[in-house]
C-alpha cells in the first residue's frame, strides 16, 4: 500500500469490563500447573455488556477527546468475531446509540483479531478519499473460548475506538503509512453453529502469528525507510504474555519499546480490540513527534501494520477521557462458577 494521504486520529478511547478472572482460578478449576500459565489475569464482560455495549463505552470516550460535530461522522465500522447477532448489524446500533445521523455508511468486519484494524484501514481509505469527513473505527470482542481449552486461560473482552479525520491542528496523531500482509493459513475457525472456536495449536506461532507478524512490519519498515532504532513504541497483537517479545526478538526490537504496548497480562486477548487497546495505552504516555508501529494479526491468517507519527493535541486531549490504567485498575474479580454465568456457558434452555 502507498503512503496514507491527510489521515489524523482525532480521538481515542478504550474499554475494559470491571470482572476479571485470574488464570489460578481457572486452572484450579481444571488441575493445571500454575507456572504453566500463559497470563496473570483476564476481563471478563459482565452480564450485561457485548460487543455493542463495550463499543458504545469506548466510541463515548473517542468522540469526547476528538470533539467533533456528529453530524459529520460519515461511516461507523465494528470489527468483531463475537458480534451479539449473527443477522443484525453491530455498526447501526452503535451509531444511533452515539446520536450519529442515518446518513452514514455501517459495516461490521470479521478478520478475527485483525477486524479492529481492518475497520481502520477502510476509515482511512473513506478519508483520504475525501468521501466523508470523519469516521468512527472499532475494534471490540467478548471472546470465545471452550471449557478446558488452552484459549479459555486467554480469551477476553475489551474495546477500542479511533475517530479518524483530516488534521486539523489539534489532532492526536496522524496515520502515515499502513501495509497488510495475508495468506491462507489455517490455524483458527470457527464453522456455522459452533459455538467455540478451534485451533490448530502447532500452526499458531509458526506459520501463523511469527510469520505474519514480522513480514508485515519487515514490509512497512521496508517501505517507510525507516528503521527499527526510528521508531518509539512497537505495539503487537498480543494472544499471550510471550508472542510480543518473541516477535521482537526476531526484529532485533528492544525489548522496552515494547512494553507499554503489552497489555495483555492483566486484560487478556480481547481479539479484534487486543492490539487497538495496546495502541490506546500507548497513547496514554506517548509525547507529541513520537512514531509508533502499531501490528495486528488476525488467525487465518493476515497482518496489518501502520507508521503514527503522535501530535501537539495528544497531551491536551489525553485526560479528557479515563485512561486505559484505570479502567484497569478497577477491577474485581469473580470465580470460576460466576465466569461461567457471565460467559453464558451455563444453558438452561
Given at each position: 500500500?502507498?503512503?496514507?494521504?491527510?489521515?489524523a486520529i482525532l480521538g481515542y478511547g478504550g474499554y475494559?469490563?470491571?470482572?476479571?478472572?485470574?488464570?489460578?482460578?481457572?486452572?484450579?478449576?481444571?488441575?493445571?500447573?500454575?507456572?504453566?500459565?500463559?497470563?496473570?489475569?483476564?476481563?471478563?464482560?459482565?452480564?450485561?455488556?457485548?460487543?455493542?455495549?463495550?463499543?458504545?463505552?469506548?466510541?463515548?470516550?473517542?468522540?469526547?477527546?476528538?470533539?467533533?460535530?456528529?453530524?459529520?461522522?460519515?461511516?461507523?465500522?465494528?470489527?468483531?468475531?463475537?458480534?451479539?447477532?449473527?443477522?443484525?448489524?453491530?455498526?447501526?446500533?452503535?451509531?444511533?446509540?452515539?446520536?450519529?445521523?442515518?446518513?452514514?455508511?455501517?459495516?461490521?468486519?470479521?478478520?478475527?483479531?485483525?477486524?479492529?484494524?481492518?475497520?481502520?484501514q477502510m476509515i482511512a481509505g473513506l478519508v483520504s478519499?475525501?468521501?466523508?469527513?470523519?469516521?468512527?473505527?472499532?475494534?471490540?470482542?467478548?471472546?470465545?473460548?471452550?471449557?478446558?481449552?488452552?484459549?479459555?486461560?486467554?480469551?477476553?473482552?475489551g474495546a477500542a475506538a479511533f475517530v479518524l479525520g483530516?488534521?486539523?491542528?489539534?489532532?492526536?496523531?496522524?496515520?502515515?503509512?499502513?501495509?497488510?500482509?495475508?495468506?491462507?493459513?489455517?490455524?483458527?475457525?470457527?464453522?456455522?453453529?459452533?459455538?467455540?472456536?478451534?485451533?490448530?495449536?502447532?500452526?499458531?506461532?509458526?506459520?501463523?502469528?511469527?510469520?505474519?507478524?514480522?513480514?508485515?512490519?519487515?514490509?512497512?519498515?521496508?517501505?517507510?525507510?525507516?528503521?527499527?532504532?526510528?521508531?518509539?513504541?512497537?505495539?503487537?497483537?498480543?494472544?499471550?504474555?510471550?508472542?510480543?517479545?518473541?516477535?521482537?526478538?526476531?526484529?532485533?526490537?528492544?525489548?522496552?519499546?515494547?512494553?507499554?504496548?503489552?497489555?495483555?497480562?492483566?486484560?487478556?486477548?480481547?481479539?479484534?480490540?487486543?492490539?487497538?487497546?495496546?495502541?490506546?495505552?500507548?497513547?496514554?504516555?506517548?509525547?507529541?513527534?513520537?512514531?509508533?508501529?502499531?501490528?495486528?494479526?488476525?488467525?487465518?491468517?493476515?497482518?496489518?501494520?501502520?507508521?503514527?507519527?503522535?501530535?501537539?493535541?495528544?497531551?491536551?486531549?489525553?485526560?479528557?477521557?479515563?485512561?486505559?490504567?484505570?479502567?484497569?485498575?478497577?477491577?474485581?474479580?469473580?470465580?470460576?462458577?460466576?465466569?461461567?454465568?457471565?460467559?453464558?456457558?451455563?444453558?438452561?434452555?
Open positions: 500500500m502507498s503512503r496514507v494521504k491527510d489521515v475494559v469490563p470491571r470482572y476479571r478472572i485470574k488464570a489460578s482460578e481457572i486452572a484450579r478449576v481444571w488441575g493445571r500447573e500454575d507456572d504453566a500459565l500463559p497470563i496473570k489475569e483476564k476481563s471478563v464482560n459482565s452480564i450485561d455488556e457485548d460487543v455493542i455495549t463495550m463499543a458504545i463505552e469506548a466510541c463515548r470516550y473517542a468522540l469526547r477527546r476528538a470533539g467533533i460535530d456528529l453530524r459529520k461522522v460519515g461511516a461507523v465500522n465494528v470489527g468483531s468475531e463475537s458480534h451479539p447477532y449473527a443477522v443484525k448489524p453491530t455498526g447501526t446500533v452503535v451509531a444511533e446509540a452515539l446520536g450519529i445521523p442515518p446518513t452514514h455508511l455501517s459495516a461490521d468486519l470479521e478478520f478475527a483479531c485483525k477486524a479492529g484494524t481492518e475497520a481502520m478519499s475525501g468521501l466523508i469527513e470523519y469516521g468512527i473505527a472499532v475494534g471490540a470482542d467478548t471472546a470465545q473460548g471452550r471449557p478446558s481449552d488452552a484459549l479459555e486461560f486467554t480469551a477476553a473482552a483530516r488534521s486539523n491542528g489539534d489532532e492526536v496523531a496522524v496515520i502515515e503509512h499502513m501495509v497488510s500482509y495475508v495468506t491462507d493459513t489455517p490455524d483458527f475457525w470457527r464453522r456455522a453453529h459452533e459455538r467455540y472456536p478451534r485451533h490448530a495449536s502447532r500452526f499458531t506461532g509458526e506459520p501463523a502469528y511469527f510469520h505474519h507478524t514480522v513480514s508485515a512490519v519487515r514490509a512497512l519498515l521496508e517501505e517507510t525507510g525507516l528503521r527499527v532504532s526510528d521508531i518509539d513504541y512497537f505495539v503487537f497483537h498480543q494472544p499471550n504474555y510471550k508472542f510480543p517479545y518473541a516477535a521482537a526478538k526476531i526484529l532485533q526490537i528492544p525489548k522496552e519499546k515494547v512494553d507499554p504496548g503489552v497489555v495483555t497480562n492483566v486484560i487478556g486477548n480481547t481479539y479484534a480490540a487486543c492490539s487497538p487497546l495496546g495502541l490506546v495505552r500507548v497513547l496514554d504516555q506517548a509525547k507529541p513527534g513520537q512514531k509508533i508501529v502499531l501490528t495486528s494479526f488476525g488467525s487465518g491468517a493476515g497482518s496489518d501494520s501502520f507508521l503514527i507519527v503522535t501530535k501537539d493535541g495528544l497531551e491536551r486531549k489525553r485526560n479528557l477521557a479515563p485512561l486505559l490504567d484505570s479502567l484497569i485498575a478497577r477491577a474485581k474479580y469473580i470465580d470460576y462458577a460466576r465466569y461461567l454465568r457471565h460467559r453464558e456457558k451455563i444453558r438452561t434452555s
